[in-house]
């Protein structure tokens, strides 16, 4: 009984484990200096998918910005900007509006 107890904690505790690991994206939102059209957001998305921490980039040519979902574990706000500036643009960390 108390074995059959444990195996379904351990069951239930490693299934907590794989949801927290999906879940550990992080997202981050970048205005961006610059962008003119869509030839400027094709640039940063294909700057950013040289980045392979970056899971998904979503740029807004009208709120000149870009909300950016990364793996933190392997990358941060620090070079998904250094990939907005090899693109050619000037950016910056802003509160994400939601
Ligand atoms: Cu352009």
């Given at each position: 009984?108390?074995?059959?107890?444990?195996?379904?904690?351990?069951l239930?505790?490693?299934m907590n484990m794989?949801?927290?690991?999906?879940?550990?994206?992080?997202?981050?939102?970048?205005?961006?200096?610059?962008?003119?059209?869509?030839?400027?957001?094709?640039?940063?998305k294909s700057k950013m998918s040289e980045n392979t921490a970056i899971k998904d980039v979503d740029v807004s040519l009208r709120d000149s910005m870009a909300q950016v979902t990364f793996d933190p574990e392997k990358t941060d706000d620090t070079q998904v900007l250094s990939a907005v500036k090899n693109a050619g643009y000037k950016g910056k960390v802003i509160k994400c509006a939601k």
């Amino acid at each position: 009984m108390k074995m059959k107890y444990l195996a379904i904690t351990l069951l239930i505790t490693l299934m907590n484990m794989t949801l927290v690991e999906a879940s550990e994206l992080r997202k981050s939102c970048f205005s961006i200096e610059g962008m003119h059209c869509g030839n400027c957001i094709d640039k940063i998305k294909s700057k950013m998918s040289e980045n392979t921490a970056i899971k998904d980039v979503d740029v807004s040519l009208r709120d000149s910005m870009a909300q950016v979902t990364f793996d933190p574990e392997k990358t941060d706000d620090t070079q998904v900007l250094s990939a907005v500036k090899n693109a050619g643009y000037k950016g910056k960390v802003i509160k994400c509006a939601k």
